[in-house]
């Protein structure tokens, strides 16, 4: 019995990298323009946002938590780098390293107060992060008067794609490869596990609950920062509507990348798969010419799926 539990959760872990093989198998039948190249890069380009979000959510979600500010945080930083260049009306490095500095230190600030929020102050995740998301939104919107800001430096442009699409891949993939040696190799990434698992245990054995749980909302509101530079620049300029829903494409790639909803269990990897999944579908759907709005229908079931496949496997455990 206990080897057909360890085989059962092996199947589990890898089955969808299986269905992620079989979309694209199924897609490229049904329409081979599928796996031209220029397609391919174009699909990671669309996840490269969605797959950032997606890392700190999977961190966040690893200690039992939820974080549902990410898309508002990205059009508050968002706003606040355009401030920033309009206000200095300029196009060299000081503006650059000011714009993307202020990107980041916003998100790194309101994801600490997401964390602060929820450890010392006892909120549960879900409102403390729904508090920000409106908070972030309306400061936004608040800041920009409701409308939009451009231009912005012509490396910011560059990190958003413009000129070379492969660099926010490369982004992408650089911060997967980082946050995987944080999850693997440091104190911070076992405490992680630790927290998500059984928190009064990973108390008694002496962690420090509160920092690490400070320190992944901390890092979830940093890459929304990051993400932010990443989509202004891709669009050269600011919206304050811009990530919105952005959050929920991200948990659903964390849902379904294997990472349970009641923390301790999932991997950086099957996050990255699950961002991949999403985006072929997607890709997939509209190549298809399916509606956008069927669209919708089927991620959602997607999830649910994934959700439901993640309590059976808690229960059979």
């Known amino acids: 019995m206990e080897a057909r539990k360890e085989r059962d959760f092996k199947i589990s872990e890898y089955f969808v990298l299986f269905g992620l093989i079989a979309l694209c198998i199924i897609i490229a039948i049904l329409n081979p323009t599928f796996i031209e190249p220029a397609n391919i890069i174009n699909i990671l380009l669309q996840i490269s946002i969605n ?10 979600i690893l200690t039992g938590g939820i974080d549902l500010s990410v898309g508002s945080l990205i059009a ?26 202020v990107s980041l230190v916003i998100g790194l600030l309101a994801g600490m107060a997401n964390g602060i929020m929820i450890t010392k102050g006892k909120l549960p995740p879900f409102i403390a992060t729904l508090g920000m998301m409106s908070i972030g939104r309306g400061l936004a919107l608040t800041l920009s008067g409701g409308k939009g800001v451009s231009p912005f430096p012509t490396f910011i442009q560059t990190l958003g794609g413009t000129g070379n699409l492969l660099v926010p891949i ?7 490869g980082i946050a995987w040696w944080i999850l693997r190799y440091t104190k911070q990434g076992r405490n992680t596990y630790a927290v998500g698992g059984n ?43 811009a990530g919105l829903n952005y959050e929920l494409d991200a948990i659903a790639a964390t849902v379904i990348g294997g990472t349970s909803m009641s923390g301790g269990e999932g991997k950086i990897i099957g996050t990255f798969i699950g961002a991949l999944f999403i985006g072929v579908l997607r890709n997939g759907l509209n190549i298809l010419n ?20 993640d309590t059976i496997r808690d229960k059979n455990k």
């Open 51 to 60: 797959g950032i979000l997606a890392i700190g959510l999977t961190m966040v």
């Open 76 to 101: 508050l930083s968002g706003i606040c780098m355009g401030l920033v260049q309009k206000a200095m009306v300029a196009d060299n490095a000081l503006v650059t390293i000011l714009c993307i500095l």
């Open 199 to 241: 928190k009064e245990a990973a108390k008694l054995s002496g962690i420090n609950v509160d920092r690490t749980m400070i320190t992944v909302y901390s890092l979830s509101g940093l890459l929304a920062g990051i993400a932010a530079v990443i989509l202004v620049g891709r669009l050269n300029t600011a919206q304050p509507t």
């Open 170 to 176: 490369a982004i992408m993939l650089a911060i997967y």
């Open 290 to 309: 399916v509606s956008a709005y069927i669209q919708q229908v089927v991620i959602g079931v997607v999830i649910i799926a994934a959700v439901l496949s």
